[in-house]
Each structure stands twice: as structure tokens, then as C-alpha cells.
């Protein structure tokens, strides 16, 4: 998940809504899904994925309008919601000087009901992890238990006198006749008494969180799970035992073409060099002609789009082509996220880690610009024309995410004519082609097929159809 929104689901936590892991997940999901780009549809999904109760629906949108802004606070975004009476050049002379005056009547506040009067988070948070024991998280085994955590953390801290402080400071702001300063205290003990015990059960929740975490032995991904799963969705642990996996199915590709190309398979019988063999002996064969098998020559070219959407799915498709660039044939291999840049050569000179690594992120290519498949399209017919040809296979790789830029389709109906097939290998789920910036279905009418590509388990049954 992305660090961006795993910061504001933490922070919609600490706020006092009640986010779960799956729902954080599903929220990635429609996050990666729909993108951002429609600021409206981003924040509906979110709300939806996020958000169990209806009157949570004004405090998302209050920190998802802060936090989402273009136009950046330098007050962090947990004091924002947090600080309580002490918003600097808010408060007023008057105010203070009425709060002082009560406070002083009742001889001081504890230093735990002041922080949680000003929204001092530093000392509430302090405060609360000073009475949560690694020991006592260790013990814990049930939801129940975890409540009961909490009410002696609650216990601990005096909850229940620094209500009675605050009850009393309202009492001695009316006697006052600071009725302002009264509301404004009123206000800010009515939003505690909700939002203080959400924050103490979220700390108890994330540390024992963090503490399973930690003792839980990790275990190896499973290459009968890393076959279905999307590619968006792995984990660093995954990629790397991917990495191996599609290793292992370049060496059987491998293996699979050269026992073919070899004995294997029908053997057709020249019939007119027999014949004519057979003059010799009058007519009769004793000797046996057959045809000549032609080496399959494979003439690819792989135009793979990098840009951060999709990488995954491109790093699997470059450790793929790689292998089989050093197999046999012709392949050339570009790379595009708005411009576009060959990597035939790299691919030939470095070991498979750096050549890909290269591709991914040392390519003459502009990583930080937004997907252009028209520019890209375009660039290729213009300058790399050459290494289509009647019997070349195109396969592109992309989620057809054009950010509302010129698609020329001109120039993809261009690369299909002038090549034997064009294939376009499309890692979004289907029933979301079509969708926000996506043009996938204008671009599926110029290829031979767009296919979904997900997964390794359709990436396997696409390349080896090709291939073998």
C-alpha cells in the first residue's frame, strides 16, 4: 500500500474512526483502481471503503479535504485535529486570561488534563505508552481482554479524575460570568470523552499489532498462491520469490523449444528426394529422405510500459523477454512511460538483474512524467520503424491509462499493419477498461487481442502460446 495513504488511514485512527486492516486494504485497492486523478471519485471510494458509520461522514471529509489539499499546512495533521484549546493565534487575550483565572481558583490542572485541554499529543501519547507494559500486551488473547487493557490504561491515567477537573473548570468559568470561555471548555470536554478512549484503544490495537507482527515467523509465499494474485498486490517478499519463479519458467521455455526443435515432434518424409533416390536401385526406397525441420525463428518486439502502475507486471514481462532474448531469435525490447527508449542492447550485454533494473529505472526515459501511449506510439513508428517486418509479433504491455492525452491510434493502426500480429497485454482487471483515463477499448480495436494480464498464471499461458 501506498505510504501516502497508509500516513492518512493512520491519521483517521488517531482522529477516532475505527479503520480495520481489510478495510484499509479494500481502500488501497479502490485507491489503485480509480487513482486520483478524479478528486471526487477518489474521495466517494475512499468514504465507501473506510467509513462503517454515518456519523463518522463529516470528520473523513474534514481530514480528507485538509489532508488531500493542494495546498500544504505546515501544522501536522494530528495536531490539527487534535490540538484542542490551544490554536495558536485563535485564542483570544480575554479567553486566556479567564481560563488562567479559573484554573488558578481550583490551584492547577494535572499535566495530563492540560495536555488533553490543549491538545498536546506529545505528552498524551507519552503518557499512554508509559502504561502499556510489553508485558501486559504479551498476555493479551482476546478482543475482550484488549478492552480490559484499555480501561486500565484508562484507569491509570486518571480519566476519570481529569473529567471531574474539567466538569469543575466549567463550573468556575460560569461563576465568572466567562460564559465564552465556559462553551469553548464545554465544547472541548464533550469531544474528549469521545475521541480520548479511541485514541487509547487505537494505541493499544496498533502496539499489539506491531508486537504479533514481530514474533509471527515470516512464512515463504507460495508459488501456488503468486500464480492467481495480482501483480499490483505483492509484497517485496513476493517479487523476490517471483523473480525466481519466472526464472524457472524461462529455463523450461527454453527447454520446452529446444526439445522441439530437435527429434522431437512429427517427422514429415520427402517424398520427391526419395524417388529419385530410389533410381538408383530400380525403383525400389531403400532409403529413406525427410524434410528438413525449420528452426522457428522467433521475431518479437516488446514495447513495455514502466510507469509505476504497472511495474510489477513490467519487471516480470522484462525478466521474461530477457531469457528468451538470449534463447533465440530476433526480439528487440522498448521501454515508455511518456517517452520511449530501446533496450535490445542492454539486454544483451548485462546479467538479468541489472539489465532489468536498467530498464526499469536507468532507461533514457522521463520515471517521473505520466503515461503518453500515443507519444509513445508515435516515437516508435518514427524512429524504430524498422524492426517491424511481415513476420514480426508486437506485444504491448500497458493499462491503456492515457491521462486524458492525444492516443493517436493512427500511429498503433500503423504498428499493426506493417507487423505480422499485435497483442496487447493488459494488466487491469477487464471491468475496468473504459473507465476514468482509461482508452483500453479504442486501442483493443487496433491490435489482433487485448488480453488480461493480472497474474502469472494468464502472463505463463500468453508467452508460452507464443513462444513454444
Not at 482522529?15 to 478495510?23: F, I, K, Y
Not at 483570544?92 to 491538545?119: W, Y
Not at 490495537?205 to 515470516?218: T, W
Not at 498486490?233 to 527454453?254: F, G, N, V
Amino acid at each position: 500500500m501506498d505510504s501516502t495513504l497508509i500516513n492518512f488511514i493512520q491519521i483517521l485512527r488517531r482522529c477516532g474512526l475505527r479503520v480495520s486492516v481489510s478495510e484499509s486494504l479494500d481502500g488501497a485497492r479502490a485507491a489503485a483502481l480509480l487513482g486520483v486523478a478524479d478528486r471526487g471519485l477518489f474521495k466517494a471510494a475512499l468514504r465507501a471503503a473506510l467509513v462503517k458509520r454515518g456519523q463518522d461522514t463529516a470528520l473523513f471529509d474534514e481530514i480528507f479535504d485538509a489532508y488531500w489539499s493542494d495546498k500544504p499546512s505546515d501544522v501536522p495533521f494530528e495536531e490539527r485535529f487534535g490540538r484542542g484549546l490551544g490554536n495558536a493565534g485563535e485564542q483570544s487575550d480575554d479567553l486566556e486570561n479567564a481560563l488562567q483565572r479559573a484554573i488558578d481558583e481550583m490551584g492547577g490542572l494535572d499535566e495530563l488534563t492540560e495536555a488533553l485541554l490543549n491538545g498536546n499529543l506529545q505528552i498524551i501519547r507519552a503518557e499512554m505508552l508509559q502504561h502499556m507494559s510489553p508485558e501486559q500486551l504479551a498476555e493479551l488473547r482476546s478482543m475482550l481482554q484488549r478492552g480490559q487493557l484499555v480501561q486500565l490504561i484508562l484507569d491509570e491515567m486518571g480519566w476519570q479524575r481529569i473529567q471531574a477537573q474539567l466538569a469543575e473548570l466549567i463550573r468556575r468559568l460560569q461563576q465568572q460570568g466567562d460564559y465564552e470561555a465556559a462553551h469553548r471548555v464545554a465544547e472541548r470536554y464533550l469531544e474528549l470523552q469521545e475521541l480520548f478512549p479511541k485514541w487509547v484503544r487505537n494505541e493499544v490495537a496498533d502496539a499489539v499489532q506491531k508486537q504479533f507482527q514481530s514474533q509471527r515467523p515470516p512464512r515463504a509465499p507460495r508459488t501456488e498462491d503468486l500464480m492467481e494474485k495480482p501483480f499490483a498486490q505483492y509484497s517485496d517478499a513476493e517479487i523476490r520469490a517471483m523473480e525466481e519463479i519466472i526464472d524457472q519458467l524461462a529455463q523450461r521455455l527454453r527447454h520446452d523449444w529446444a526439445r522441439r526443435a530437435t527429434a522431437g515432434g512429427q517427422r514429415r518424409l520427402d517424398m520427391a528426394r526419395t524417388m529419385r533416390s530410389s533410381m538408383a536401385t530400380f525403383g525400389v526406397p531403400l532409403e529413406l529422405h525427410w524434410k528438413q525441420r525449420k528452426r522457428n525463428r522467433l521475431n518479437l518486439v516488446v514495447l513495455c510500459d514502466v510507469s509505476s502502475s504497472v511495474r510489477n507486471a513490467s519487471r516480470f514481462m522484462l525478466q521474461l523477454v530477457y531469457s528468451l532474448q538470449q534463447q533465440r531469435g530476433r526480439i528487440r525490447s522498448f521501454v515508455f512511460i511518456g517517452d520511449l527508449d530501446e533496450v535490445t542492447d542492454s539486454f544483451a550485454r548485462n546479467h538479468i538483474d541489472e539489465a532489468v533494473e536498467q530498464a526499469t529505472s536507468g532507461a533514457a526515459i522521463t520515471y517521473w512524467a505520466h503515461s503518453d501511449f500515443g507519444r509513445a506510439f508515435r516515437q516508435f513508428i518514427d524512429e524504430y520503424g524498422d524492426a517491424l517486418g511481415s513476420r514480426t509479433t508486437v506485444i504491448v504491455l500497458g493499462d491503456g491509462r492515457s491521462n486524458f492525452y492525444d492516443p493517436q491510434l493512427d500511429a498503433l493502426q500503423a504498428i499493426n499493419e506493417r507487423s505480422r500480429q499485435l497483442i496487447w497485454l493488459n494488466p487491469e482487471q477487464e471491468e475496468m477498461w473504459g473507465w476514468g483515463d482509461s482508452i483500453a477499448p479504442l486501442y483493443a480495436r487496433h491490435c489482433d487481442r487485448m488480453v488480461e494480464c493480472r497474474n502469472l498464471a494468464q502472463l505463463t499461458q500468453i508467452v508460452t502460446a507464443l513462444v513454444v
